[in-house]
């Protein structure tokens, strides 16, 4: 790992340790029946692991939806991605590169916009589901925009039916991780 990757994965563990992420949440929930929502079940448990790769996107999670946050206030990409590499910055105590800074928000920012149409928690078990098959395939999805558009509209069409009170049910968020793993 180079001492900038390093330091990126610090700084995403260190925000995700005072954001709130829907990946988060949902670990921290009451365990998921694992016999009626198989992928949702295998998704938690893995983010509830102490493995790096686990950690990890946990962060991106985070980082994500902290990036969400901030594009949803501003209504701009730049200002959001001003916004989240001076918290980077905060968080570090300064210690972190503003180049690297600024990298790491502007990604986290894509990221964000890419699944601006599915509610928060869907939003953030999509990104963990597709950074988990990443890490498992070693391969860079995220980066394929058409892809990603083509994952999140097949979400969508999962949560349509999924959707009850304004919240995410089980069955759609199973569904949801088993849109981004059969990718």
């Not at 701009?76 to 001003?82: G, K, R, T």
Request: positive net charge.
């Amino acid at each position: 790992m180079t001492p900038r990757r390093g330091l990126a994965v610090v700084a995403a563990t260190l925000i995700a340790a005072s954001a709130a992420s829907a990946a988060t949440a949902a670990t921290d929930a009451a365990p998921v029946d694992a016999t009626r929502y198989p992928a949702l079940a295998a998704l938690t448990g893995w983010l509830r692991s102490d493995a790096r790769e686990a950690r990890n996107c946990s962060s991106m999670v985070a980082l994500s939806l902290s990036a969400r946050a901030a594009y949803e206030k501003t209504q701009s990409e730049p200002a959001a991605v001003h916004n989240i590499a001076a918290s980077l910055q905060q968080v570090s105590g300064g210690k972190m590169d503003a180049a690297v800074a600024n990298q790491l928000a502007s990604s986290s920012v894509r990221t964000a916009v890419q699944f601006l149409p599915l509610p928060r928690e869907a939003a953030g078990m999509g990104i963990a589901s597709l950074c988990r098959s990443a890490v498992s395939r070693a391969d860079r999805p995220f980066a394929d925009d058409r892809l990603v558009e083509r994952l999140v509209v097949d979400a969508r069409a999962c949560l349509s039916s999924g959707l009850a009170s304004g919240t995410t049910t089980p069955l759609a968020l199973d569904c949801v991780v088993k849109t981004f793993e059969r990718r």
